[in-house]
């Protein structure tokens, strides 16, 4: 199924994107390979510049409200989809996850890809307006309570909601842009 994809190369736009798990396996459902994803988000922001300002991660897809400086936002899905699928396929091929790792074998595997992580689209919308912006950030913030996973945002780790919120050093598991518009050079 092809996710719709309403985005532009604007400079300085908002984009809300959606990425599911290969066939929507709850593959985020124990903390490893939340952190993984984090850690990998983490990388890949300080390459490819972005303004993180807004993620949930579910057990079978994630949320991301991204500003990127230039890069299109195909690329930094890419680079990050490509990077975390790895790391956790190495994960579960070296903890010896097996039953995972034939749920995540892909049936016209290649030499290069035997396992498939995520889906292969992902759904990015721009966020036009402020408005629209607090809409979809409350939207992810409240993922988790929709799905039965907790009954508060701040029991959720996996989501934005805690960094914006006081917290200390080391609490939140990435810490989002407060300044979300990039200014010009």
Request: proline share 5%; with cysteine.
């Amino acid at each position: 199924m092809k996710m719709n994809q309403f985005k532009s190369n604007e400079f300085n736009n908002f984009h809300y994107v959606t990425t599911v798990t290969y066939k929507r396996l709850p593959i985020f459902r124990t903390e490893k390979p939340c952190q993984i994803f984090v850690d990998v988000l983490q990388e890949i922001r300080e390459i490819h510049s972005f303004k993180l300002i807004g993620y949930v991660i579910m057990p079978d897809h994630v949320h991301l409200i991204l500003n990127p400086l230039e890069e299109k936002i195909s690329v930094i899905l890419r680079k990050i989809k490509g990077k975390a699928g790895r790391l956790i396929v190495d994960w579960l091929t070296e903890n010896g996850f097996q039953t995972s790792l034939e749920k995540l074998l892909i049936s016209a595997k290649t030499d290069r890809q035997k396992y498939a992580v995520w889906g292969k689209d992902f759904s990015a919308i721009d966020l036009w307006s402020p408005k629209f912006l607090h809409q979809k950030l409350n939207y992810i913030h409240l993922n988790p309570i929709r799905a039965k996973l907790c009954d508060h945002p701040a029991k959720w780790k996996w989501s934005s909601y805690q960094a914006y919120l006081p917290y200390k050093a080391g609490e939140v598991p990435i810490e989002i842009d407060w300044q979300a518009y990039w200014k010009e050079k």
